[in-house]
């Protein structure tokens, strides 16, 4: 079946330096894709979507790349701060529902 | 404005009982969904609605049942517990299903013995 996964389980990056999580998936016909940020206790809280129609969107310090030719999807965090420490979900849209990734976990150190 | 409420939050069964898990939202959505979360997985899709009086089944349906009467609530029954059901629940809603965000709760934590 199709899948949604992450190339890197775990991210440790430095306060102030900018964050790159990477996502790959597998159906063609995705033409909706979503990143998700959860905390721990908490649900997943959007953070920024992108349809097929583009290859980049940005947002308030992050910006989501779009590489149809590969299926690749990225998620970029500028000046990644403390509170930016989370799981990162990468979800593509499938038929009524999202499939998701299995999370990356981002640490942001002092 | 609270979004998706869930209740409860925690709740520990033992094997063989039933439960209803609540979901309610207050932002008019058509679409409503459960998906359940095992550690180092993503969530996967439990069941689903489109509107009230319409229910589908997701990735992971065994063991679960769902009705929607409103367009507010979207309960989860497990009608009889097992310990495989053990894991965070969580409820989501939206304007559609999988071309738009999905606004999601605060979870259940469900441990079964």
């Known amino acids: 079946g199709e899948s949604v996964g992450l190339h890197l389980p775990t991210l440790s990056v430095q306060e102030g330096d900018n964050s790159i999580i990477n996502c790959a998936y597998s159906?063609?016909?995705?033409?909706?894709f979503i990143w998700y940020k959860q905390e721990s206790g908490k649900g997943p809280q959007f953070i920024i979507d992108?349809?097929?129609?583009?290859d980049k969107r940005q947002g308030q310090r992050v910006t989501v790349l779009l590489n149809k030719t590969v299926k690749h999807l990225s998620l970029q965090i500028a000046a990644t701060q403390p509170g930016d420490s989370a799981v990162y979900f990468c979800?593509?849209?499938?038929?009524?529902?999202?499939?998701f990734g299995k999370g990356t976990s981002l640490l942001v150190t002092p | 404005n609270a979004g998706v409420t869930q209740t409860p939050k925690f709740q520990v069964l033992k094997t063989g009982q039933s439960m209803t898990l609540q979901c309610a939202q207050d932002?008019?959505?058509?679409?409503m969904s459960w998906y359940r979360q095992d550690p180092g997985m993503g969530l996967r899709l439990i069941h689903y609605?489109?509107?009230?009086?319409?229910?589908d089944q997701g990735e992971v349906p065994n063991g679960y049942n769902v009705s929607r009467s409103t367009t507010e609530d979207f309960p989860l029954r497990l009608l009889s517990a097992a310990p495989s059901q053990t894991s965070v629940y969580f409820c989501?809603?939206?304007?559609?299903?999988?071309?738009?965000?999905?606004?999601f709760g605060d979870g259940t934590r469900l441990s079964i013995l």
């Open positions: 979800a593509e849209g499938s038929g009524y529902a999202l499939n």
């Open positions: 609605s489109v509107g009230a009086g319409i229910t």
């Open positions: 159906n063609s016909a995705s033409d909706y």
């Open positions: 932002m008019n959505h058509e679409y």
């Open positions: 989501a809603s939206s304007y559609g299903g999988g071309d738009q965000p999905q606004h």
């Open positions: 992108i349809r097929s129609n583009m």
